[in-house]
Nanobody, 118 residues
Framework: QVQLVESGGGLVQAGGSLRLSCAASGPTFSPYCMGWFRQAPGKEREFVARIMWSDGSTNYADSVKGRFTVSRDNAKNTVYLQMNSLTSEDTAVYYC???????????WGQGTQVTVSS
């Protein structure tokens, strides 16, 4: 069973930066991709970014392009989300997820709160 544990959330002022980490554990961890999602109060969960485990190619939501960077360390089974130029619109619980295939995300972390004060 794959387990995902996020860390790095917290309170930051607008314009600041945070780096989230997602550490994966479990037998023979080799996902199709790893994704970051977020859910703000009263809103549905939305896609933020993803990274393909094999070649490191990335995709981003339009709302975070140019500000957020997703990366991975295969040796550590860890994915990162570097978030810069944060605004109050980025306030949400951030979740990482692992997709075993291209069809769906099978495993989810517990989430980490990011709060941006204006």
């Amino acid at each position: 069973q794959v387990q995902l544990v996020e860390s790095g959330g917290g309170l930051v002022q607008a314009g600041g930066s945070l780096r989230l980490s997602c550490a994966a554990s479990g037998p023979t961890f080799s996902p199709y991709c790893m994704g970051w999602f977020r859910q703000a109060p009263g809103k549905e969960r939305e896609f933020v970014a993803r990274i393909m485990w094999s070649d490191g190619s990335t995709n981003y939501a339009d709302s975070v392009k140019g500000r957020f960077t997703v990366s991975r360390d295969n040796a550590k089974n860890t994915v990162y989300l570097q978030m810069n130029s944060l605004t109050s619109e980025d306030t949400a619980v951030y979740y990482c997820a692992a997709a075993a295939t291209r069809f769906s995300y099978n495993y989810w972390g517990q989430g980490t709160q990011v709060t941006v004060s204006s």
